[in-house]
């Protein structure tokens, strides 16, 4: 992750003068998804297929073997090892291919555009032996995996001028690729107009919604949004992300999957923040809720400090809703855990409730620096039963005895049910914590996390 910028620059940031983009240059598609060649089977192919003519033709795959067209897509994903999703919308872009009912001879010739250039004729007979559905296909594949990002893997980028990092002018605008999957797109298709209908179509066929506790990040920026309740809402410095999230959990995207949530309230102060508004009220922040501090009798009972006071404006302090005012009654405003010392069980405390935490794996997941107090049954009944904590927003989870992973969502377990939807989310194997079976089944299951065409 990159660091933040200054504070002063954040709301170039997360509000820029430039209207949003519907598509981003620098960033068109990912290298794993580039080269996820499991995304699709063949009868999955063959059943997206359906929605053209290609789903019932059978063409010359590149050895000259007859074959069905979603074989000759799958066999060549599966050799080459690149994303049939990919070879699916390089189809479409191209000729169209994929939704036309009755495409022409010429479409199936040139399927993938491989070997047209601006200036070339596809009757010049030195083209000839790049001619036919299945060569297509084949050639477009071995270009990206064994040409342009072996090149790029190897020098930094492609024979010609396109690499990570690599400034270079496409259309008249200054074009950087965050990634070698985006400049070998540019390599092949040297043009925005191009690459932007190729998002266009891949975010129609394979976009995907995120749950809500995501955390996104845009690559190549600096801002991290949290996706909640379908509003993206931006993280304005690295203490209130350090505060409040877990930064593994921050998943790379294009700005344009940024660009299908509209902006929500930003989240500027860390957690427990003390903010002090116009008019005086000085008022505890825990989470998204202000607790107005009734007294300064109060205030400095607690142990705050005037020097912790930030200072908001009306405007501000409208953005959180009004919790329970904290009174010289009131415990523990901050929260605390302690732990029975005979029987070791956790609890945290807050607002006056007890919330037990049944274990480690919860203990670790919602409070990874937690400094446990030792306490004796007494000192824990003295509080109300609130509800037990569970496992935390956005966090990737299995249990023990199945290989299933979810993603906790409002509460919830939404199952990830193949290797390639992980993938595609953008998220890592790494961050996927093992809990007991009783624990994940605590959680109340929800809908699978699908892409689009499934």
């Not at 601006?118 to 060569?135: A, E, T, V, Y």
């Not at 084949?138 to 064994?146: G, K, P, V």
């Not at 985006?182 to 043009?191: F, K, L, V, W």
């Not at 989470?287 to 400090?305: A, P, Q």
């Amino acid at each position: 992750m990159k660091p933040f910028l200054t504070l002063a620059l954040v709301s170039a940031i997360f509000f820029p003068l430039k209207s949003a983009l519907a598509f981003d240059p620098n960033f068109i598609l990912s290298d794993e998804e580039l080269q996820d060649s499991q995304a699709m089977d063949l009868n999955q192919i063959q059943a997206f297929l359906e929605r053209g003519g290609l789903a019932d033709l059978k063409l010359e795959d590149h050895t000259g073997r007859t074959r069905d067209a979603a074989d000759i897509i799958w066999r060549t994903a599966q050799q080459t090892h690149i994303n049939p999703k990919f070879l699916l919308v390089l189809l479409q872009k191209e000729q169209s291919l994929i939704e036309d009912e009755d495409p022409t001879q010429k479409q199936l010739d040139w399927a993938a555009g491989y070997a047209v250039c601006d200036h070339c004729s596809m009757n010049d007979p030195l083209l000839s032996r790049w001619k036919g559905f299945g060569k297509q296909v084949n050639s477009a594949a071995l270009q990206f995996i064994e040409g342009y990002l072996q090149d790029i893997y190897t020098h930094g980028k492609t024979a010609g001028k396109y690499g990570p990092g690599v400034p270079v002018v496409i259309d008249g605008e200054t074009v950087v690729p965050v990634n070698a999957a985006t400049a070998a797109m540019y390599a092949y298709t040297p043009h925005l107009h191009g690459n932007e209908n190729f998002v266009a179509i891949w975010n129609r066929w394979f976009g995907r919604e995120y749950p809500s506790g995501s955390l996104l990040q845009a690559a190549g920026q600096d801002g991290v949004w949290l996706v909640q309740r379908g509003y993206r809402r931006p993280i304005t410095s690295a203490s209130v992300l350090s505060s409040r999230f877990n930064a593994d959990l921050i998943i790379q995207v294009s700005a344009t999957v940024l660009e299908q949530f509209p902006i929500g309230t930003p989240i500027s102060f860390p957690n427990y923040s003390l903010l002090r508004e116009e008019n005086g009220k000085i008022s505890l922040l825990v989470d998204d809720t202000l607790r107005h501090i009734v007294s300064m009798e109060t205030f400095n009972k607690i142990g705050f400090s005037e020097d912790e006071l930030v200072s908001i404006t009306s405007e501000e302090a409208a953005n959180f809703t009004e919790g329970d005012p904290i009174t010289l009654t009131t415990t523990h405003p901050q929260g605390i855990l302690l732990q029975i010392k005979d029987s070791g069980a956790v609890f945290y405390i807050e607002n006056g409730q007890r919330h037990a935490i049944f274990d480690k794996s919860i203990l670790e997941a919602r409070f990874p620096n937690a400094t446990l107090t030792p306490a004796q049954p007494v000192d824990i009944e003295q509080y109300s039963e609130g509800t037990p904590l569970l496992l935390p927003e956005g966090y990737l989870v299995r249990g023990v005895s199945e290989p299933a992973v979810y993603v906790i969502s409002d509460g919830k377990r939404l199952p990830i049910q193949t290797e390639s939807v992980f993938l595609g989310y953008g998220y890592k194997w790494e961050n996927v914590h093992t809990v007991p079976d009783d624990i994940l089944a605590l959680q109340p299951l929800g809908e699978a996390l699908a892409d689009a065409a499934e």
